[in-house]
């Protein structure tokens, strides 16, 4: 019988480093262009996945061959794995419950600036992937923040959490009455 121990969907460096490289592209073109960011944000709110795919395809091949979707107060984009990962995702979203049919180009443009450093760092270090890896499967909380915090150096960064192995960075800027988070976790099958 097979173990159903909780690490045995533990995140891995491989995981985080594939998740990186998708998903680079897409955040150096919304922290670049504001055209991009806002068309962006307009699939998002109206929940229009084909003008989503088309942009994904447009800025970061790599994701648009993954499952994407939203909530219409962000976005999710779920890469595919071996089990027992199956799934591993990446998105930028604010807190349900907190409003509906909003997502500010502005804010969203920020995130993606400050985060960049951070996916560059986990897809072309793999010593990085690596040693986060370990600090979220160890729950190693100082650890993991100190490692990203080291890279996203945002006065609007407020927290770094370890959720469903992965992480969970919230943003709180002056340009929105609305946190924002920008996540890596083990997604649903």
Do not use: C
């Not at 019988?1 to 897409?26: C, E």
């Amino acid at each position: 019988m097979k173990s159903t121990k909780k690490n045995d969907a533990a995140v891995t460096a491989d995981v985080l480093r594939k998740v990186a490289r998708g998903m680079l592209p897409f955040y150096r073109t919304i922290a670049m262009s504001r055209s991009y960011a806002k068309a962006w944000t307009h699939a998002v709110v109206t929940a229009d996945l084909g003008l989503m795919g088309k942009l994904l395809k447009q800025a970061a091949p790599l994701a648009a061959r993954q499952g994407y979707g939203t909530n219409a107060i962000g976005y999710f984009v779920d890469f595919t794995f071996p089990p027992p990962i199956a799934v591993y995702t990446n998105g930028t979203t604010i807190p349900p419950g907190l409003v509906q049919f909003t997502f500010s180009t502005k804010v969203h443009r920020r995130i993606a600036l400050a985060v960049l450093p951070l996916y560059r760092e986990l897809a072309f270090n793999r010593n990085f992937a690596d040693a986060l890896a370990r600090g979220i499967r160890r729950n190693d909380r100082q650890s993991v923040s100190a490692m990203v915090r080291g890279l996203v150096r945002s006065p609007a960064l407020k927290s770094v959490r370890i959720e469903e192995s992965g992480i969970a960075l919230l943003f709180k800027t002056s340009d929105s009455p609305y946190p924002y988070r920008n996540l890596l976790f083990k997604g649903v099958e």
